[in-house]
């Protein structure tokens, strides 16, 4: 690295992609010139050795060995204003830095790392993106329920085993948690007011749904439940008066009686390519368009 010495007053931009550098070179330290630094694809578990006295602009560190949030943390500090994209995906986080300093990065991607701690951390209050897919979180992070500019909820395939209203803010309007253990939800998983438009909870071992649990979702449109443990459709489907897609697949356990009946007017109010899903050997729309109106009128009750 000393033939870097000789362009230390010079250099602004630098590649070290795909080497085999387990931390970042100490000669680096010196190029206070540097603005941008691609060091992804490594095996980097330091990086005390960033050049502390440069403008950074342009970091990208994915695809190293980096687990140390507290480094993290306090080696970025230098770049609060200098920086605006930063790249830390596939690493050995297991716990969100504080970057709350990093005023002009608005989009971060921490997705494949090892986080699974939902209080740790901070970031920007203006950050409009923030993908956290592929993660181990256990619940939705405290760090999303303080961007007030975040509208989409990126935890696909995590370990979130349940959800509530303060999770999210009022005006997210794509939640994606598929690929997670949520089970239950109830009365309190939505909040009053919510302008959620996309709700993604396929591949959940989803068994109970409260009766209210989507009275808050009136501006839904699109709802996946593909591969949940559901047995028995969610009479709260009433409330989604504005749903256009409804997607059932593969739902094995899920069976449709007359004590459900009462839904047919919602269903018979979509269009039939976008009723997805079977429960048993009958389609779900079939279900309500053929079968249903044979139900006797007691059986059209709400259990």
Known sequence: MSALDATAHSLT??????????????????????????L??????????????????????????IWNASQ??????PYGTSMNSFDIDNNHLTSMPDIS??????????????????ISGAVASNVFMLELYYNSFPFVPKILSKLPLLTTIALS??????????????NTTIIELDYNLITELTDTSFPENFALQELNLNNNPLTKM???????????????LRSTKLTRLPLGLKYLGGLVVLDLTNNSLLVCTC?????????????PKNVKGSCGQTGVYNFFSALSP???VSADTHL
């Open 294 to 296: 044979l139900c006797p």
């Open 210 to 224: 409260s009766s209210v649990a989507l009275k808050n979702l009136p501006s839904l449109t699109f709802l996946d």
């Open 259 to 271: 004590a459900e009946s009462s839904l047919r007017a919602w269903v018979m109010n979509l269009n």
């Open 157 to 170: 395939n995590n370990a979130i085993t349940a959800i509530r209203e303060t999770d999210f803010q009022r």
């Open 101 to 118: 300093y990093m005023v002009n990065v608005r989009a971060l991607q921490f997705t494949r790392n090892r986080l699974s701690d939902p």
């Open 13 to 38: 931009r630098l590649s070290l992609n795909s080497n085999l550098l387990t931390i970042v070179p100490k000669a680096l330290s010196n190029l206070n010139y540097l603005q941008s630094l691609y």
């Open 72 to 77: 993290l943390s306090e080696v970025l500090r």
């Open 40 to 65: 992804q694809n490594n095996h980097i578990t330091d990086i005390r050795w960033l050049p502390q006295n440069s403008k950074l602009g342009i970091l990208s560190l994915s695809y190293n060995y």
